[in-house]
């Protein structure tokens, strides 16, 4: 899931062209990611994971880096 991911960002959302996205990289502090690109992320996510996020699970301290987004997916 995890490459999945991180290709889907580095292919279909990232503000400018990327080679890596570092395990603990800030999504939104970084700029990779605006507020729409994090929207269509959670999307990606649940669809792959055929899984509903709950709106209070879209914070931030789940969805900041490829990290926490494991960490959330793995509860």
Request: no cysteine.
């Amino acid at each position: 899931m995890k490459d999945k991911i991180e290709s889907f960002i580095i292919n279909n959302l990232a503000s400018e062209p990327l080679d890596k996205i570092y395990d603990d990289e800030d999504l939104l502090g970084s700029g990779i990611l605006d507020s729409l690109g994090m929207m269509n992320l959670i999307n990606f996510i649940e669809n792959e994971a055929d899984i509903k996020i709950p709106s209070e699970d879209m914070t931030i301290e789940n969805f900041m880096t490829i990290k926490s987004i494991m960490h959330y997916l793995s509860r």
